[in-house]
RNA sequence: GCGGCUAUGGUGUAGAGGCAACACAGGAGCUUGUGGAGCUCUUAUCACGGGUUCGAUUCCCGUUAGCCGCC
């Protein structure tokens, strides 16, 4: 079980510092969750992630069954003795990969739209993926490695779940395409918050379970589902799906749902987190978000700095002796200039995506602690 | 010195008398509940000078350079 206490609401937003408490340590929110799907934070060890100011990691249901299977995590006694995270932890529950292995792959778009992505296919009722079938029951799965089959419902999410034994599970949900149409985005929230009870229903452990908000960008339907899941007795909530094509379509959808949402308990948007989305969403009432940026960018060259984005395999770096960013405090900082970062992304060096990995997860908790503090002096 | 062969983007190679192709490298972007993947652009007056031809990067001659032989 988890505990979460509020510290300190903001007056000038939804804005809240608070901590949560769990069998494995605090964690101060507003927090940025490190993305560890395998079970690892990508070329960093567990110990480099908790370096970064790492409070809280999340690891992926869907891709740890699929390898090296949930028996596997079990017997190694849990994934934090597994991966060797003696820190907070949290599990996806494989919803999204409905999402990003059925629609999302079928028409090559993520769940942020591009400008006129809108403009081509639309998703109508009684659609299915071309990769995988969606049931009431769950959804049948087909192994991209080796093309076995895999199911997944609420059921099987939560079981696989506990036996990972995170802190934090996360209810087996339907991610809808943003290209879904009202009456397909409709269908699926209704199967989504019948799979929410079936995971409260097959829910064991000690754990903490946390309920996922959908409804995509209609206001009526996330509204209803923020009410819906908000009503039932979950740890905490994630809020998951699309928002909409704007920034500020992004925290106006956040205000229809934590107006429903209880208070009390701790809020997670899932997978977002431009540095630029962090304060909007955090002002909204947003606790704890994971993203893959940070890490995902840095294995393709580019650290987020407090002079903006630099890409590290440009050519203008390639002999400059300045650290990526002088006022980060982290160790590659200290350490390394760009010239030999760049040198060894250009080189293909394993060192180079570690090092900036290291560097872009310090950068965003201490960019995030700025946030914090600046919600304890009144600023935000 | 003589003979032969070869000259195509940064590199390595295609090509055909009429839009110069491919790989890698380079340059500029994209990436939001993760392939370290991938994608989109972009980078050449086809060594130089003549000639034949409606048209030559392609055929012919010369120059230059490189490579291989021989003395």
């Not at 969403?281 to 704890?288: F, H, N, S, Y």
């Not at 290291?358 to 009144?378: C, M, P, S, T, W």
Request: with cysteine; net charge positive.
């Amino acid at each position: 079980m988890i505990e979460f206490k509020i510290l300190k609401q903001s007056k000038k937003s939804r804005a809240r510092v608070g901590v949560i408490k769990t069998p494995h340590g605090e964690v101060e929110t507003p927090a940025y969750v490190g993305v560890a799907t395998l079970g690892a934070v990508k070329t960093l060890t567990a110990e480099q992630a908790e370096q970064t100011g790492t409070q809280l990691l999340i690891a992926n249901t869907f891709h740890l069954h699929e390898k090296p299977g949930e028996k596997i995590v079990k017997a190694a006694g849990g994934l934090h003795e597994f991966m060797q995270w003696h820190r907070p932890l949290m599990t996806d529950s494989g919803g999204f990969q409905v999402f990003s292995l059925g629609f999302g792959k079928d028409f090559g778009m993520g769940k942020v739209l591009k400008n006129n992505e809108r403009a081509g296919a639309e998703i109508k009722s009684g659609q299915q993926p071309k990769l995988l079938r969606i049931t009431d029951d769950g959804v049948h799965f087909r192994s991209l490695k080796d093309g076995r089959k895999l199911f997944l419902g609420p059921k099987e999410s939560i079981r696989i779940q506990q036996q990972l034994g995170a802190d934090i599970m996360l209810a087996f949900d339907e991610c809808p395409s943003p290209i879904a149409d009202y009456a397909y985005t409709k269908e699926s929230l209704v199967r989504t918050h019948r799979w929410a009870k079936d995971c409260l229903k097959a829910h064991t452990s000690k754990q903490s379970l946390f309920g996922i908000v959908q409804g995509g960008r209609f206001r009526d339907l996330r509204e209803e589902s923020a009410s819906f899941i908000g009503s039932l007795p979950f740890g905490g909530f994630a809020i998951g799906g699309e928002f909409g094509d704007s920034k500020k379509g992004m925290a106006e959808m956040l205000r229809w749902v934590m107006k429903k949402l209880p208070d009390e308990k701790p809020r997670h948007l899932l997978g977002i987190g431009y540095l630029e989305d962090i304060p909007r969403i955090v002002r909204e009432g947003v606790d704890t978000f994971d993203c893959i940026v940070p890490t995902h960018y840095a294995r393709h060259g580019v650290a987020f700095t407090s002079e903006g984005k630099l890409h590290i395999g440009q050519a203008r770096f390639a002999a400059d002796q300045k650290p990526l960013d002088k006022k980060c405090a982290c160790s590659t900082c200290a350490l390394y200039s760009r010239s030999y970062l760049a040198h060894l992304f250009r080189a293909k060096e394993i060192n180079a995506l570690q090092l900036l990995t290291f560097h872009n997860l310090f950068f965003f908790q201490a960019y995030v602690k700025k946030i914090r503090e600046d919600i304890k002096k009144g600023k935000l």
